[in-house]
């Protein structure tokens, strides 16, 4: 309930909207239109922002590759909140960040693959 409460929260002040925006020039790293930095965004929050790629207007815009790297990012960019604060809580802060980096630099890796691979099919 906490991670909707925040969520809700930073999209009533517009930080997610800010963040998208600061994002956009990064989709193309990704080949994804500048319209899955909201999705990507959200579901690192909360994972079920994914449903935003399933929006009709988005959908018809991605091709396969596009969606598989796009739906990978944002399912795997960043763990659960709740895991990484027990994390955090049991091992340390400094922990739990380097476990979350590592996870971000592989999901970001992984999905540049995904993305420039699939113009190989």
């Not at 080949?31 to 990507?40: F, N």
Request: charged share 10%; aromatic share 8%.
């Amino acid at each position: 309930m906490l991670i909707t409460i925040i969520a809700s929260l930073l999209d009533w002040l517009g930080a997610i909207s800010d963040l998208a925006s600061l994002l956009d020039p990064l989709m193309g790293v990704f080949r994804l239109p500048t319209e899955a930095a909201v999705p990507i965004i959200l579901a690192s929050i909360r994972k079920d922002g994914l449903l935003l790629f399933a929006e009709d207007d988005l959908l018809a815009t991605l091709t396969p590759p596009q969606l598989l790297s796009g739906v990978y990012l944002a399912g795997v960019l960043l763990p659960c909140l709740v895991t990484v604060l027990t994390i955090a809580r049991e091992q340390s802060p400094r922990f739990a960040l380097f476990l979350m980096s590592r996870q971000a630099f592989a999901a970001i890796a992984f999905s540049v693959v995904l993305a420039w691979g699939g113009l190989l099919l």
